[in-house]
């Protein structure tokens, strides 16, 4: 590792870090790190209040104006960089917006635009690879969302085989097929399924009691079609489990009142 633009360390790092002497290279070469300094982060923090009010100022900012600020702590090592943000994070951590760190040790920066790192910070922890195009990204979250989902859905397709016919797609374009009702003891439900409806009165009962919108397909009304979006979230996917669950919980007990008129 060296400082910023190539310049060795100075030996003041030398209790943090081991040197040999490089082969060619002027100055020295890197062995390793030490340690980290945890031991010490127990005294008590010194000399600080100035630079932790410049970011709690501009927190503040960041807040009223609602835009983002990226602040980066540059020093020799064993600074004190790690201390204080350790301790601006604690100062924060009682505020109800959270404040997310995000720590990282980079690579040696030798000959390359020091800023890359924070590039790359910020790409890997929106799961971004290097080089990586934008629409590679988009495929591989569809595939990964979509195995998400359709494992779910799988789920309810075995333990409900008697309402849920079939579970078919690929990515994020998914058909989740109940079996046909037209023979339903409920009058409302068997209306419904002889009208070409079905698929309307789940899509409906969802809505208004789940908040959650998938609706059937023109051509075929006894299923539902779920194209959602790449970001499709854990939680989401949990939510529609739950609606899911619920809707073939009333269509066993064959509750076409429940069905059409229940309301959250
Ligand atoms: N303001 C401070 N008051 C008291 N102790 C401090 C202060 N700043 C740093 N220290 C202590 O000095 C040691 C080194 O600090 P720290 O680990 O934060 O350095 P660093 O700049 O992050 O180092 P590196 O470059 O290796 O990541 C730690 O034990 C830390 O607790
Ligand atoms: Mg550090």
Do not use: W
């Amino acid at each position: 590792m060296t400082g910023l633009g190539g310049r060795p360390l100075s030996p003041a790092s030398e209790f943090a870090v081991t040197y040999h002497r490089g082969d060619s290279a002027p100055g020295r070469q890197v062995g390793g790190f030490r340690q980290e300094y945890v031991a010490l982060h127990a005294v008590p923090v010194i000399d600080r209040e100035y630079d932790l009010d410049v970011l709690r100022g501009l927190l503040q900012r960041t807040r009223h104006q609602a835009t983002p600020h990226l602040v980066t702590v540059l020093g020799e090592p064993g600074i004190g960089k790690t201390r204080f943000i350790m301790e601006f994070e604690r100062r924060v951590a009682a505020n109800p917006e959270a404040v997310r760190l995000l720590v990282v040790r980079s690579r040696p920066v030798i000959g390359e635009e020091p800023l890359e790192v924070l590039y790359d910070l910020v790409a890997s922890c929106c799961g971004i690879l290097r080089g990586d195009s934008a629409d590679g990204r988009a495929y591989r979250l569809a595939a990964e969302r979509g195995d998400r989902l359709l494992a779910m859905l799988g789920r309810l397709r075995e333990e409900f085989g008697d309402i849920v016919k079939d579970v078919r797609g690929k990515g994020l374009m998914i058909r989740l097929e109940f079996h046909d009702q037209s023979e339903s003891t409920s009058e409302i439900i068997r209306d419904q399924a002889q009208a070409g409806l079905l698929g309307y009165l789940f899509a409906g009962y969802l809505l208004r009691v789940h908040a959650i919108r998938i609706f059937p397909p023109a051509s075929a009304t006894n299923t539902l079609r779920l194209e959602p979006s790449v970001y499709l979230t854990d939680d989401e996917i949990a939510r529609a489990d739950k609606g899911l669950r619920d809707l073939i919980a009333v269509l066993r007990k064959q509750d076409g009142e429940t069905l059409l008129h229940a309301h959250a």
